[in-house]
């Protein structure tokens, strides 16, 4: 008998409710009635029937039909629902809830969110960067140097991420200047260096070709200093 019920349950299905509705609808200026009441046209829709009457949804709800089309009505003049007319195959005219609106609305909430929330994560990370500048220098940056940060994060559009890597690469070199940072952001731009990992191997092999050209160089002058030097303007032509 319980697997039968079980059975029965599961066979009902579910519906899917975006995330964002849940988490947002205060925002998009919805109450609990109302989103009960969308979820409702949702489940209808999924069911096969597409205009479900203020009597049938009242009939899931706690609130009678006449509340029930008021609410309807007031979704439909704030945009969260449309009504689509239309003729079947057999010619007989029809109508249909569409929530399109509504998925809308949410997308476009959401996408707001996030922008918000990047902005947020974004003024932080500079903020940061300031800190982790100043922690390296030791002192406060001058009103130049705080410039100079500024044009790279809104002139040359540098993530702040990456600007830290250029420091982190100027302290190892012992070259801890603006000037030299600078150089190193130009540098990973031109060659397409967009990530934290990017810089490192970028890094990596930059100080690799240092190294062997200051190995050549020394093995070079070592070489010329082994050879004699002739001074053919010393030579004694007596002869």
Request: proline fraction near 3%; hydrophobic fraction near 35%.
């Amino acid at each position: 008998m319980l697997k039968k019920s079980l059975l029965a349950w599961h066979d009902e299905g579910q519906i899917t409710i975006p995330y964002a509705l849940i988490t947002g609808y205060k925002q998009l200026g919805l109450n609990e009635q109302e989103v009960i009441l969308l979820i409702h046209i949702f489940s209808f829709i999924e069911k096969g029937n597409d205009f479900p009457t203020p009597e049938e949804l009242s009939n899931r709800m706690t609130i009678n039909s006449s509340d029930c089309s008021e609410m309807l009505s007031r979704l439909i003049q704030k945009g969260f629902i449309n009504i689509i007319d239309g003729f079947n195959s057999e010619g007989i005219r029809f109508e249909k809830y569409s929530l399109q609106p509504l998925l809308e609305k949410v997308i476009e909430q959401f996408l707001y969110n996030k922008k918000q929330e990047e902005a947020v994560i974004q003024k932080n990370e500079e903020a940061d960067l300031y800190t982790c500048f100043e922690q390296e220098f030791g002192r406060p940056l001058s009103p130049f140097e705080c410039e100079t940060l500024g044009m790279w994060l809104d002139d040359d559009r540098h993530d702040p991420t990456i600007i830290t890597a250029a420091l982190r690469e100027a302290v190892i070199s012992g070259k801890l200047n603006f000037r030299y940072i600078d150089r190193i952001l130009f540098e990973w731009k031109k060659n397409g260096i967009r990530t934290i990992e990017q810089a490192k191997i970028h890094g990596r092999k930059f100080r690799q070709y240092q190294t062997q050209q200051r190995k050549k160089q020394y093995e070079t002058s070592a070489t010329s200093k082994s050879i004699p030097f002739y001074n053919w303007l010393s030579e004694d032509r007596s002869d």
